[in-house]
């Protein structure tokens, strides 16, 4: 409060009243006023470290997050990773089946068998493993060549035996050992086919 404000609340004070109320004032004010800036400060201090609270919190919760993301981001291309080398490996794998697929069907178109032989047989002998495969594959096909080969013979056997002109004749008409082992196997089975008594004839001869 000012000095003339007083003089007009009190217009017969004194020069020397109103000094010793703006005293008395001053001295009741001031600890109120340096109660209040301490307060103030005080208060702006805490204001200072709430504010720096926060900002740690932030950059705390900022931080945690960026490594949530980065631990995340690392699995997901781990993971990624794992499926992709599944994928490779079972690409992979498709791929030896079907070579080695090729080679065993190879071997088995070459050996004259059916196609559907070759179907029923190619699963029985192809694996991831090549050499393997070929030689199951090879083991087939030399058996089916022994087993043709002990046909041709017992069949030949058995017409040279029934045929008298094997014996060395000519006549017109008669299967000669030259002209029978110039036949093919097919035709050598067609010749027992259309003489189904031929071995019935070569038994009672002997």
């Known amino acids: 409060m000012k000095r003339d404000e007083i003089a007009a609340i009190f217009p017969g004070a004194t020069e020397e009243q109103i000094s010793t ?51 995340q981001s690392g699995m997901s291309a781990e993971e990624l990773l794992k499926q992709r080398e599944e994928a490779a490996a079972a690409k992979e794998r498709e791929f030896t089946l079907k070579s080695n697929s090729l080679e065993a069907k190879s071997l088995f178109v070459g050996a ?23 030689t199951a594959a090879q083991a087939l096909v030399d058996l089916d060549k022994r087993r ?3 046909v041709a013979q017992s069949t030949k056997a058995a017409l040279l035996k029934q045929n008298p002109g094997l014996n060395g004749g000519t006549g017109e008409g008669q299967i000669t050992a030259e002209s029978f082992n110039k036949m093919t196997f097919s035709e050598q089975m067609k010749l027992m086919q ?13």
């Open 21 to 71: 109320l703006l005293n008395g004032i001053g001295a009741e004010l001031n600890p109120l006023k340096k109660t209040v800036t301490d307060l103030t400060g005080q208060l702006t201090a805490a204001n200072g470290e709430l504010k720096a609270s926060r900002d740690s919190e932030g950059a705390l919760q900022a931080k945690v997050a960026e490594l949530t993301s980065q631990v």
């Open 148 to 150: 043709r080969d002990e």
């Open 112 to 134: 004259g068998f059916s196609t559907e032989d070759i179907e029923q047989l190619l699963p029985r002998v192809v694996s991831e493993d090549a050499e393997a495969t070929k």
């Open 194 to 206: 259309e003489n189904p008594g031929l071995l019935k004839q070569l038994d009672a001869t002997d």
